[in-house]
């Protein structure tokens, strides 16, 4: 399931590295995130990686992984424009605005109808697509992404400008002044989920909103599929969270958890990537699939109930 984007070789020291575009990145064996257990079992084993369900806390984790000082060069242009969406990023992010923004633009609704007005921060703006969103429904917009191809685009496409370029911990956005702040499918990706989510709730009012959204790996399409379950995307998805192990993270991070829901967290998918991702599952079907690719731009709605939205605000004291 690896050898797409991303190629395993050998480091001269005897350590494995895995090729990401130009870069060759090394991997380091973790223990669980959540509790820092050794022991569990095996959800997917997919060389060199493993996906491990802890022992001890039920949290499921990758390993072994690129470390926190190197995972920001996976997300460069390679990313947005992978040869093998179904293993690794995106076919061509930025191609398929006008899904995405449908995409978004419903995300939008779904924050407005929590929260009608504000300053809003999004953290993992990629192209800039819900900022976007959001500023048409009257809000004032910001991001934090570490991919420059996209904060580029987002600025010359889109002409935002309120885009920071870089983690979030260097952001110079004023601190205490944004009533929402939002996480797209990002969660999944940060090398410590808490210690961010702790940074964020210092942006936010202390009547702020957290909206985030991320994979479910405790849902029913989850169990069915197994190892062909299309968020196993072992590189980028580092942590799986289910209902209970996001739960754990809020409350170590000094939220208070109001919802979980699985509704809004569909997308707008083109017929091409439908046919694309098939693959992963059946290359019988995705052979079958092709005469579908006549209307390959076609975009449609799904939503198959294995991502959820959270939401959460700042716990007092």
Not at 124 to 145: D, H, I, K
Not at 182 to 192: G, M, R, S, T
Request: proline letters at 6%; aromatic letters at 12%; glycine letters at 8%.
């Amino acid at each position: 399931m690896t050898n797409t984007s991303a190629d395993l070789s050998s480091r001269t020291n005897g350590g494995p590295t895995i090729r990401c575009g130009d870069a060759e990145l090394p991997l380091i064996d973790v223990p669980c995130y959540m509790c820092g257990a050794t022991e569990g079992e095996v959800q997917v084993d997919d060389p060199p990686f493993k996906v491990v369900r802890c022992a001890s806390c039920s949290f499921v984790y990758v390993t072994p992984r690129v470390p926190d000082s190197h995972l920001h060069l996976i997300y460069q242009t390679d990313y947005f424009t992978s040869h093998n969406a179904g293993e690794f990023g995106y076919s061509d992010y930025t191609r398929d605005k006008k899904g995405y923004l449908k995409t978004f633009r419903r995300k939008a609704e779904f924050v407005h109808a929590h929260r009608p007005s504000g300053r809003v921060l999004e953290i993992g703006s990629a192209a800039g697509f819900f900022l976007f969103a959001m500023r048409e429904l009257g809000y004032e917009a910001n991001g934090v992404e570490i991919s420059q191809y996209v904060v580029d685009y987002a600025r010359d496409e889109l002409n935002l400008d309120g885009i920071h370029h870089g983690p979030l911990e260097t952001c110079p956005f004023p601190k205490g002044s944004y009533d929402i702040v939002a996480l797209w499918d990002v969660i999944e990706h940060v090398p410590d989920p808490i210690e961010e989510l702790k940074r964020i709730r210092e942006y936010l009012r202390p009547d702020g909103l957290l909206v985030m959204q991320t994979q479910n790996v405790d849902a029913s399409l989850a169990k069915i599929l197994g190892r062909k379950w299309q968020h196993y995307k072992q590189l980028e998805h580092i942590h799986h969270f289910s209902p209970t192990t996001m739960k754990t993270a809020l409350d170590r991070s000094g939220f208070e958890l109001m919802e979980t829901t699985t509704e809004g967290a569909g997308k707008y998918i083109s017929v091409d990537f439908f046919v694309d991702r098939m693959r992963r599952y059946s290359r019988v079907m995705h052979y079958l699939l092709q005469p579908f690719r006549i209307a390959g731009r076609l975009f449609f709605y799904i939503n198959p109930g294995d991502e959820i939205i959270v939401l959460a605000r700042p716990r007092e004291g």
